[in-house]
Nanobody, 123 residues
Framework: VQLQASGGGLVQAGGSLRLSCAAS????????MGWFRQIPGREREFVAA????????AYADSVKGRFTIARDNAKNTVNLQMNSLKPEDTAVYLC?????????????????WGQGTQVTVSS
């Protein structure tokens, strides 16, 4: 299984980025997908998740109204549109797959992880 995240970069506060995660080696349509972020020295933090059928989504309170998660089961991809970015959004963003299929927030419940993409928001 491979989860390849891309789309990170350097952006000014208030700007936008769109992250993408391309999945291979699994039956993508059966897995829920999540985005998490990691800052060195801190625990992995939930950002957003989407169920296998896109019926349900979940967001961290800190990103609600600014970030949107969406998936394309035909292309085996999940995206994270990030708007109104803040310096505190700076982190490595990782995508993950959960075979249970529900939009869950606990990283321990995810089965596969990608390597992540760096997002840096300058003030």
């Amino acid at each position: 299984v491979q989860l390849q995240a891309s789309g990170g970069g350097l952006v000014q506060a208030g700007g936008s980025l769109r992250l993408s995660c391309a999945a291979s080696g699994l039956r993508f349509k059966l897995y829920s997908m999540g985005w998490f972020r990691q800052i060195p020295g801190r625990e992995r933090e939930f950002v957003a998740a989407i169920s296998r059928d896109s019926y349900s989504t979940a967001y961290a309170d800190s990103v609600k109204g600014r970030f949107t998660i969406a998936r394309d089961n035909a292309k085996n991809t999940v995206n994270l549109q990030m708007n109104s970015l803040k310096p505190e959004d700076t982190a490595v963003y990782l995508c993950a797959a959960d075979r249970l299929g529900y939009a869950r927030e606990n990283p321990d419940e995810y089965d596969y992880w990608g390597q992540g993409t760096q997002v840096t928001v300058s003030s």
